[in-house]
């Protein structure tokens, strides 16, 4: 499988280690009363939508109208974004150097809010390094929809065949597949090793 020639990784969880409640285990110690909170106020699906490009002062204004006794916690989230990223994850980021030092056009596909990932370039040396990377939040689009693929395959000239994309959520991963794009749902340092092994990238 040594047509590969362009390689697209995903950034959160797996270059980036994210934890949304790792401000709130401070903030919210009862650890079912932070199940809930997350589950019924700042829900995956809410910060979503700043992936795709809303503004933080609307999406707080618009739960803070249907949770008033949350209000503190609700502007808490953008508040302690920058907690909510602890690292890279230092092993993915050694594979990544090496496809691109073996010669790889190597980019990125994230979904990711457009203030929130400018704090994280000017953390993370290693993402000046891809050739490109396409931001939902500054594009309008996000993962799974079909459209933030094409746009990025477009802006950058990928053949869906001689591509690989790799994420560690599996809807996001079923889509590039659909589009004719080689894909890898990721889960550790090790089988992404195995995986790129597999299709020839790494020794």
């Known amino acids: 499988m040594n047509e590969i020639r362009h390689v697209v990784f995903d950034l959160g969880q797996v270059l980036v280690a994210y934890d949304a409640e790792r401000p ?5 110690p009862d650890a ?6 997350f589950a019924e106020v700042c829900t995956h699906e809410w910060n979503l939508e700043q992936d795709r490009g809303r503004g933080w002062r609307e999406a707080e204004e ?3 109208a249907r949770h008033r006794d949350k209000a503190d916690l609700i502007r808490a989230f953008r508040a302690n974004w920058r907690e909510m990223i602890p690292g890279s994850i230092d092993e993915n980021v050694a594979v990544l150097a090496d496809l691109i030092r073996r010669g790889y056009d ?8 457009s203030d929130t990932f400018a704090i994280s ?4 040396p290693f993402l000046q390094t891809f050739r490109g990377i396409t ?5 309008g689009l996000i993962k799974p929809e079909p459209g933030i693929y094409l ?4 802006t950058f000239g990928l053949e869906p065949g001689a591509t ?3 994420d560690d959520n599996p809807a996001n991963v079923a889509t590039a597949r659909t589009l004719g794009w080689h894909a890898i749902h990721y889960v550790s340092p090790g089988g992404l090793k195995d995986d790129l092994r597999r299709y020839g990238l790494l020794e």
Not at 135 to 139: D, E, Q
């Open 32 to 37: 079912a009363e932070r199940k809930r909170f």
């Open 121 to 124: 370039e000017a953390a993370f």
């Open 135 to 139: 931001v939902s939040g500054r594009v």
């Open 24 to 28: 709130f285990r401070r903030l919210i």
């Open 62 to 64: 618009l739960l803070i």
């Open 164 to 166: 690989l994309f790799i």
């Open 151 to 154: 746009l990025h395959a477009k």
């Open 106 to 113: 190597v980019t990125a596909l994230t979904n990711w809010a």
